[in-house]
């Protein structure tokens, strides 16, 4: 396992992620708590030692499984993280109640590491008022008491709203998380948001390096481009070579939903192997023709408890993505017939409440509504 060095600790460079553990019958908020057992085991015994969850994750069932499997390792062989959940407006004046049972879920008396969840154009203000909601000065009262080791923050927001937060609170920010893989870097400017916090001095923590699983797997045409430079580094191995050419970052978050996912990612870090000028030309390359239209969904799942109508939304807009890249085709249409119309794109209201959430700041009901105008003519 590779390690960095963070102050006086000494990191692994690949940090498990709680946001996509493995599930039962393909529920969300039911996650399988043995198979996550054995993968904390493994991970430990391999020498994963940071461990991150939130207080949204998997419905709000992901503390208090990963907590759960952590009990069975001495509390100082790992590094917990969470989360404030400012990605949610309602819960800004809960700091208090929310950190207290955060604690009581991860059964700790102390997180390692502990953020203001996805700072972004949503939040800045009450993040920022302090003197309304008090969340900058109860976390940093935290970190006086010793319950928070390090305190940092996590942005999806615009470079604007990241300097807004830093020039607030930034001498307080010992880290920060951000999404930053090849394709991430050009589309949500993650190359002008680490110049950003290098100027700050500020480790970075990188989340999404696979975007979502969307970097795990390549057309073919892309993977024999980099098969050609490196004949035994596998699709998903090359996202993360991109992150170790990276000097900047400290830890890599990957969120594994299998037990063949973890020990994958795991021999990949066992060894750093940075890119060359040329390899990272060539994956950039690659990245620039997938884009196209699509749009950014990392299924992070905070819209669906915002849904009225109960919609599973990062599946729709996967399915939107994949109707408007092929220009039609049959596989939209034959996903959706699983499902009734009551959870069809056309059942969406507008009310745009799953959007106040997005981290990614998509225009959710404009897709649904051109997702089901397209649907009208779908030949299927």
Not at 46 to 72: F, M, P
Not at 164 to 192: P, T
Not at 197 to 210: C, T
Not at 360 to 371: G, N, P, R, Y
Request: include cysteine; aromatic fraction near 10%.
């Amino acid at each position: 396992m590779i390690y960095k060095d963070f102050q006086d600790l000494r990191i692994s460079a690949l940090g498990m992620g709680a946001m996509r553990l493995p599930v039962i019958s393909g529920a969300d908020e039911n996650i399988d708590a043995s198979a996550v057992q054995e993968m904390v085991d493994y991970a430990m015994a391999q020498g994963v030692n940071y461990y991150d969850t939130a207080w949204g994750y998997h419905g709000g069932n992901s503390e208090t499984v990963l907590g759960t499997a952590l009990l069975k390792h001495p509390r100082e062989s790992f590094y917990l993280a969470d989360k404030f959940p400012g990605y949610d407006l309602s819960n800004m004046p809960k700091v208090e109640e929310i950190f207290e049972q955060q604690l009581k879920k991860c059964g700790v008396g102390y997180f390692d590491f502990y953020m203001f969840h996805n700072v972004c154009e949503m939040n800045i203000d009450a993040y920022l008022d302090n003197e309304k909601y008090g969340i900058f000065s109860y976390l940093t009262e935290q970190k006086k008491n010793g319950r928070i080791r390090h305190l940092g923050f996590s942005a999806h927001g615009a470079i604007p709203v990241m300097e807004r937060f830093l020039d607030a609170y930034g001498e307080h920010m010992e880290f920060c998380q951000i999404q930053l893989n090849y394709i991430d870097w050009s589309f949500q400017d993650a190359r002008g948001k680490l110049e950003l916090l290098k100027k700050h001095d500020i480790p970075v923590w990188v989340m999404e390096p696979l975007r979502g699983g969307k970097l795990a797997a390549l057309p073919e045409s892309a993977v024999e481009k980099l098969r050609a430079l490196r004949p035994d580094e596998s699709v998903p191995a090359w996202a993360f070579r991109f992150i170790q050419s990276l000097p900047q970052v400290t830890v890599t978050l990957s969120g594994m939903s299998s037990f063949e996912q973890l020990r994958d990612n795991i021999a990949t870090f066992a060894v750093d192997k940075p890119l060359t000028s040329t390899e990272t030309d060539a994956l950039l390359s690659i990245a620039g023709g997938m884009l196209g239209n699509t749009l950014p969904c990392t299924a992070c799942r905070y819209c669906t408890s915002h849904c009225p109508q109960g919609l599973d939304i990062p599946m729709l807009l996967e399915l939107y993505n994949e109707h408007s890249f092929t220009g039609g085709g049959f596989l939209a249409p034959m996903a959706l017939m699983a499902y009734p119309a009551e959870k069809q794109p056309g059942a969406c209201v507008g009310c745009r409440s799953c959007e106040q959430v997005c981290p990614q700041q998509i225009k959710i009901s404009e897709a649904l509504a051109d997702f089901a105008e397209r649907l009208k003519t779908a030949a299927f």
